[in-house]
């Protein structure tokens, strides 16, 4: 018994063996499909199989081999203009029933580098877009319209800042000398203008922060995605997210040196170098840098600019990588808030007239930190998280006018008021998905699901005083300004009298979390569908004080889209989206403070929009032409005025409707012609508002028609090879004011042809209006 025993046994344990030793020598069919980066078939395309067999794909770009093979199989790709692609199949990259897709990258050639220093190519085209998660692909498969501006385009331009490109971004245009812009109508900035960076919410353009635009040294693109974007990113403006893309580290050394000077004795420099730091490449870094000293067309101002922006990738193992971005951002300078209007005339004063005093100054530190983890899971599941942190710090002092006039009606002296603020505000934002990639012969799925958390609150120790008066010769006298007269010293604060201030900063700090799920589903290549469902929760808390208040609102955003291929060269595209723009708590709970009868509520919206997607030239030349209608209801109006308690003032529209026609060209007509121009029509119009007078007029800042264009030519042969020369042009039409430029004899507010937004430069100035005690007084910006 003891012998059988032992028998019995033996055979069990090669019986368990067995299982092991048929998986070690299991054999498997490999078959899939070769496409470009843009979805398009790569065919005759050759493919090799560890090192030996090889097979080519067929007209519909799939390949097959004849014999299956034991894991891992090693593959590469060869295809004419492509780079060569290396891939390993194992049970974890490889699905025996679908098989799998490979994607190449087209040749970029080391002439082109030597010819074109430091820049990828000479075009203005970019044909692709990442979203942080949101999308990722072709952006002719996007149903929803895009703007993109590229780094050889902002470099072309000298483009110092993103508030310089956004004239060519179609359905944009500038609403103030901050990052304070009009995208299709609405307004985007300090309340619901966030900025994204790498699709990660920033700390730039909301709150204080939205007084200076980012610099774009470390930036590859800028970009506006059209419509409301609440689905993708929570609680954002309905007009059009702008995200800004940075510079990625490359795997190859590259360096190159900037040196610029310009009119009012402006210098710049910047510095651009990337390269990997091991042999294995493995460790890439990339360090933008720059640098800018330059005065301004205003008399008593003067900027001084400072950025360093180390970025560094990592590839521990196959699969796995890793981005980490560091930005510190440094300005001193002034703030310009305008200029006066003296005896009722707009041109009385010249533009470089001032109201800030040599003593005024505007300091600000930005200091941001993100990362990225990129992992795949199994050959079609991979594993996305990133984080943001935001510091922005700033220090001010400034004198600016309190809205009126000491000498009504005569209007030459300005009533002031003076800001002493120190202020620091902190934004998180981190983002975790899945994606999962399902390939089958003609339906293709890549669906993913994520979740997204962001807060920001301001930090305890924020302070801003204000003065309306001053003491001279022991006596209190109001802080004017003679427009006929002008006094520029340096100010005793000492002398000041304090008003007891309200609560700072204005903006409640808030939390928000975002559950989402999207499919974008391709059908035998001609068809694209985008199904999307976002849940919002959002939480905000009164500012401070004994009993915080605190406001919860939540909401689902539905967004749904498709793109149909015509041909080669034209796509066709419809989408329906939802917008959502929450209150903060201190609007609800403190509406008296912001000038309000009643709290604030919730802004919702949605937009319809179709059109076409384009390519010319061997879609080389990308033009989308596309229709669209807004509507958007309970609108929140920054009135540009300040309450006795020093909070600004806001008042809330019913309801708003904007619509219009985009169309965007970009790209090349030759590899010397480079093209950049746009156009927009857009209707907007005010259905229902607080004030009566308001309904039917065009929304804030809303010009019908705005246009720009640029062109580049580089010569590519003879002796001016390399010689480039740009030039171009926008035009923005007229539209009107935030507010009325008075009151008729019942009270009812009044627009008119003075209700216009006059430029001179950088500055708006704007009409005037009546006080309270019914002397003429004059409205700035903020």
């Not at 390993?88 to 220093?117: A, C, F, H, P």
């Not at 934004?427 to 920001?456: C, M």
């Not at 937009?607 to 609108?635: A, H, V, Y």
């Amino acid at each position: 018994m003891k012998h059988i025993s032992k028998k019995v046994l033996y055979i069990n344990g090669i019986m368990l063996l067995v299982p092991f030793a048929l998986s070690a020598q299991e054999t498997h069919p490999i078959f899939g499909k070769i496409l470009n980066q843009e979805g398009k078939i790569i065919s005759n395309a050759t493919v090799f199989i560890n090192q030996g067999s090889s097979t080519t794909t067929s007209k519909d770009g799939k390949f097959q081999f004849e014999t299956q093979v034991q894991y891992p199989a090693h593959l590469m790709i060869d295809a004419k203009g492509y780079s060569r692609s290396n891939i390993t199949l194992d049970s974890l990259s490889y699905d025996d029933k679908n098989g799998i897709t490979i994607r190449m990258t087209e040749n970029q050639t080391d002439l082109q580098e030597v010819l074109i220093t430091a820049r990828r190519n000479n075009s203005y085209l970019t044909n692709t877009l990442e979203l942080g998660g949101k999308f990722s692909g072709n952006l002719k498969d996007l149903p929803q319209s895009v703007s993109i501006v590229s780094s050889e385009f902002m470099e072309d331009k000298q483009a110092y800042t993103t508030r310089d490109v956004v004239q060519d971004l179609a359905g944009v245009t500038t609403a103030s000398s901050y990052d304070d812009l009009i995208i299709r109508g609405f307004k985007s900035g300090y309340e619901t203008g966030i900025r994204l960076v790498n699709g990660l919410r920033s700390g730039y353009s909301y709150g204080n922060s939205y007084y200076r635009s980012p610099l774009t040294i470390n930036l590859e693109s800028v970009s506006v995605l059209k419509g409301p974007g609440a689905s993708l990113f929570g609680d954002v403006t309905p007009g059009g997210t702008i995200n800004m893309v940075t510079k990625k580290p490359l795997d190859r050394q590259k360096g190159s040196i900037n040196f610029s000077v310009g009119s009012f004795q402006t210098i710049r420099t910047s510095i651009d170098l990337t390269g990997p730091l091991d042999k294995e490449k493995k460790i890439l870094y990339r360090l933008n840098a720059g640098y800018e000293d330059s005065k301004t067309f205003r008399n008593v101002n003067q900027q001084k600019n400072f950025m360093m922006a180390p970025s560094f990738t990592f590839k521990p193992f196959d699969g796995t990588q890793v981005d980490i971005d560091l930005v510190y951002d440094q300005f001193h300078g002034y703030l310009d808030r305008g200029m006066g209007l003296r005896n009722n005339d707009f041109y009385a004063l010249d533009r470089s007239f001032t109201l800030s005093q040599p003593s005024d100054f505007y300091n600000t530190k930005m200091l941001s930190f993100s990362a990225r983890l990129s992992q795949r899971l199994t050959h079609n599941l991979s594993l996305n998280a990133s984080y943001m942190k935001s510091i922005y710090q700033e220090e001010v002092n400034e004198h600016r006018t309190l809205n009126s006039y000491a000498d009504a009606p005569t209007n030459t002296i300005m009533n002031m008021r003076f800001f002493d603020r120190h202020g620091k505000d902190y934004t998180d934002n981190s983002v975790v998905y899945l994606k999962w990639d399902l390939t089958g012969h003609t339906i293709e799925n890549h669906i993913v699901a994520g979740v997204d958390y962001a807060q920001y609150e301001g930090d305890s120790n924020n302070q801003q005083r204000e003065a309306r008066q001053q003491k001279v010769d022991g006596k209190i006298v109001p802080l004017t300004f003679d427009l006929n007269n002008p006094t520029y010293t340096t100010h005793d604060l000492s002398n000041y009298v304090w008003l007891s201030q309200g609560n700072y900063p204005f903006l409640s700090p808030y939390k928000t979390t975002g559950i989402y799920v999207q499919d974008q589903i391709s059908f035998a290549d001609r068809l694209k569908l985008i199904v999307g469902l976002r849940h919002e929760h959002y939480y905000s808390e009164t500012v401070n004080g004994k009993d915080r208040f605190s406001a919860t609102q939540n909401v689902w955003l539905p967004r749904i889209g498709l793109t149909y291929q015509i041909n080669d060269q034209i796509n066709y595209f419809a989408s329906y989206s939802q917008g959502f723009a929450p209150v903060g708590a201190n609007f609800i709970q403190n509406y008296q403070d912001y000038g309000a009868d009643k709290p604030f509520t919730a802004e919702h919206s949605f937009q319809i929009e179709t059109g076409l997607k384009t390519g010319f030239f061997k879609n080389q030349l990308q033009m989308d032409l596309s229709l669209f209608q807004i509507e958007r209801q309970n609108m929140l109006i920054a009135t540009g005025e300040i309450g006795t308690s020093g909070f600004p003032v806001y008042r809330q529209s019913g309801e708003a409707v904007s619509k219009g026609v985009e169309l965007d060209i970009r790209g090349q007509l030759t590899k010397e012609f480079q093209i950049m121009g746009n156009y927009t029509f857009n209707h907007t119009e005010v259905k229902s508002s607080s004030i009566a007078s308001e309904v039917g007029q065009a929304l804030p800042g809303a010009p019908k028609n705005m246009a720009s264009i640029w062109l580049k030519y580089v010569f590519s042969t003879s002796a001016l090879k390399g010689l480039g020369f740009g030039a171009g042009m926008y035009y923005v039409d007229t539209r009107r004011m935030d507010n009325s430029i008075g009151k008729d004899s019942n009270g009812n507010a009044l627009w008119g042809g003075m209700a216009l937004l006059y430029y001179r430069q950088c500055c708006r100035l704007l009409p005037y209006r009546k006080n309270e005690n019914g002397s003429e007084c004059q409205q700035y910006f903020r």
